[in-house]
């Protein structure tokens, strides 16, 4: 299972604006998850987006798929200083354990 | 619902040491999984049970980790002798089956080694 690249590796924005990261893959993805690790804490899901599903809401974020492109995006809007976070996709595919990208990191200042 | 425990949290050994870190997955998950997480990195798995057999375990570096699941509970994953470059966070994480295609991962705090 092969590891996604994340983009940004970095990004700061300040309150109540919008974060876009993206995840690409150079293979087909089939299934795809987010998950956010706080500073010194594990990773918590965040969401699954399945292969026949372009488009996913949780709350504050929106997650695409294009499985065209191999690539997911990831959007948070009216960020808050609580979700300075780093972010991680992983390929989801049947038979193999969550492969990690490197992750973005995101910091939100009040 | 109680949590992945993982313990300890911090750990701070001279290289050439040995350390052993300790995981209890969540009730029922038959699934767990150890990974490494290298500072400013993603989290790399090193080793997969379903039950307490090794599903996974080709990036484990098998001349110095060693890892088990008895009884197909807790989990144990061993360094042993530790090297500066194994300074990292080990997480445990579970999940209710090895089908990560549809499935939650639920992970621990991690347990953080520093190798001086």
């Known amino acids: 299972s092969q590891q996604g690249e994340e983009d940004p590796q970095a990004l700061s924005i300040q309150e109540g604006e919008n974060a876009t990261m993206n995840c690409s893959y150079k293979?087909?993805?089939?299934?795809l998850q987010w998950y956010r690790q706080n500073s010194g804490r594990g990773l918590v899901h965040l969401i699954l987006?399945?292969?026949?599903?372009r488009e996913k809401h949780s709350g504050r974020l929106r997650v695409t798929l294009d499985t065209s492109k191999n690539s997911s995006s990831l959007l948070i809007t009216a960020s808050r200083a609580a979700d300075t976070a780093s972010y991680f996709c992983?390929?989801?595919?049947?038979?193999?354990?969550?492969?990690f990208g490197k992750g973005t990191s995101l910091l939100v200042t009040p | 619902e109680a949590g992945v425990a993982q313990s300890p949290r911090y750990k701070i050994i001279e290289k050439r040491q040995s350390v052993a870190f300790w995981c209890n997955p969540i009730?029922?998950?038959?699934?767990l999984y150890w990974y490494q997480q290298i500072l400013g990195q993603g989290p790399k798995l090193l080793i997969q049970?379903?039950?307490?057999?090794?599903?996974?375990d080709s990036q484990l570096p098998k001349d110095r980790f060693s890892a088990e699941r008895l009884k197909g509970v807790d989990s144990t994953l061993k360094i042993q002798p530790a090297k500066l470059e194994d300074s990292a966070v080990y997480l445990c994480?579970?999940?209710?089956?090895?089908?990560?295609?549809?499935?939650?991962?639920?992970f621990g705090e991690g347990s953080w080694l520093t190798v001086v």
């Open positions: 009730s029922g998950h038959a699934t």
């Open positions: 992983a390929r989801s595919d049947s038979g193999y354990a969550l492969n």
């Open positions: 049970f379903q039950n307490n057999g090794v599903v996974d």
């Open positions: 987006i399945r292969s026949n599903e």
């Open positions: 994480a579970s999940s209710r089956s090895a089908d990560s295609s549809g499935n939650t991962i639920y």
């Open positions: 293979t087909s993805i089939n299934n």
